[in-house]
């Protein structure tokens, strides 16, 4: 499967243990809990793997514990909190979903229409260019195109008017950050990548299957879902998503672009304890470029909660039902992961992933950033991790799973203190 940035390769592949909603007082941690879960993850957080992370659990009546740690900018001293803004890399996938069966509501596409009668230029497999490649297609990741080499040389750029003096400008050896006047819009970024005879287009865009048949991850038919809702409502794809996800939740410290979020609150990324990144984003912002807080995206979480039982704000019932619907079976794969329950690779929904034991959510890792979200639908608890720091070490990663373990200890009864991890 290929992902966005190496380090989530890491994360997944490691074998581990198996109006908008308001804080409720009533399933918030007491405070021996709260007390002792801040103490043992502000003790993980010393071991200095990361620079600052955002930590929340909650439940679809109100958020649990919430809390940050460590920095937003190590040089200014700023301390890392539940409003510190960052990109959550590929969970940005989700709102994605979410928008297509909005759009779907409106009566402005269908799920099972092919994806050209949206477009305005022609996307087929070129070794089945009979076979049309429909928008579930794209939601489920068998819709056969590939994330090719260009993918990451040629689509992180910087943000402008930034000092870029000693900052790194390759990441892991692929991927670029380009000049900010390289960006460009989803029609051209996808029209390079996707169409023959364009320059980004090679051998490896597309998968000799036939659409519909294997799950290949795509960061590409990600970011081509996004497309054909522009050009199903006629809106841009942040704004749709403003209008009918962050506007209703109340996500104010939410957004896509840097000049629709409060750019003081938004956290430095590093590639390590050390090493600063520059600022950046990518044309393909749909398929990971969403920036949020732990808070904001605790009340998110809370919805996809409350949806998955029937009682979202967003979504129909029924829409509810096909974005949490499992899409493929065993012979949609070829190496189906089972070793890990936060994988999302082992089943799909519209977007939204299932790991083998039947955690729903998704992971997201790009340059400086990682992220977790996941619910247990057995008992409807989530949990959320967003980090400012890369690992790449066995240690760095086993501490991350400490994290996310302590949150999991800590995400039943409220009125109880488990033991120390």
């Given amino acids: 499967m290929k992902t966005k940035f190496f380090t989530i390769a890491i994360i997944l592949l490691m074998t581990v243990s198996c109006s908008a909603p308001k804080k409720n007082l009533s399933t918030t941690l007491n405070q021996s809990a709260s007390d002792s879960l801040t103490e043992q993850l502000q003790q993980l957080y010393k ?153 980004w287009y090679t051998e490896n865009t597309f998968q000799n299957q036939k659409p519909g048949m294997l799950y290949e991850y795509s960061n590409t038919g990600t970011t081509l879902a996004a497309y054909i809702i522009e050009q199903a409502t006629g809106e841009s794809f942040d704004r749709f998503t403003q209008k009918h996800i962050l506007t209703p939740l109340q ?95 082992y089943n799909v929904g519209i977007f939204i992933g299932f790991g083998y034991t039947g955690y729903i959510g998704h992971t997201g890792g790009d340059p400086g950033v990682m992220s977790m979200l996941f619910f247990d639908p057995e008992t409807n608890i989530g949990r959320i991790m967003m980090f400012n720091t890369n690992f790449s070490t066995q240690e760095g990663n086993q501490v991350f799973y400490k994290i996310w373990e302590l949150l999991k200890q800590y995400g039943g009864k409220p009125d109880t203190t488990p033991d120390r991890f």
């Fill in 47 to 199: 071991k200095g793997y990361f620079n600052g992370f955002g930590v929340a659990i909650v439940d679809e009546t109100g958020i649990r514990y919430q809390n940050g740690f460590g920095y937003s900018d190590v040089a200014l001293q700023k301390s890392y909190s539940t409003q510190t803004v960052q990109s959550i890399a590929s969970v940005s996938k989700t709102f994605v979903g979410i928008a297509l069966l909005k759009a779907q509501e409106m009566g402005k596409l269908r799920l099972d229409d092919p994806i050209n009668n949206y477009l305005p230029f022609q996307v087929n497999n070129p070794y089945f260019p009979n076979i049309p490649i429909t928008i579930r297609h794209l939601a489920n990741h068998t819709s056969t195109i590939l994330d090719n080499e260009y993918y990451l040389s040629q689509n992180y750029y910087l943000k402008s008017d930034q000092e870029l003096t000693g900052l790194p400008l390759v990441f892991d050896e692929t991927q670029v950050f380009n000049p900010s006047d390289t960006a460009l819009p989803l029609n051209t970024f996808l029209k390079n990548m996707l169409i023959p005879g364009e320059k």
């Fill in 251 to 345: 996500l104010k410290d939410s957004g896509w672009k840097f000049n629709t979020i409060d750019f003081k609150k938004l956290s430095r990324y590093y590639q390590d304890p050390k090493i600063l990144l520059p600022y950046y984003t990518m044309s393909s912002y749909p398929d990971g470029g969403f920036m949020t807080s732990i808070q904001d995206l605790s009340f998110y979480l809370q919805e996809l909660i409350r949806g998955y039982n029937g009682k979202g704000k967003i979504l129909s019932k029924e829409s509810y039902r096909e974005f949490f619907k499992p899409q493929l079976s065993a012979e949609n794969f070829t190496d189906r992961p089972t070793n890990n329950p936060y994988n999302e690779s």
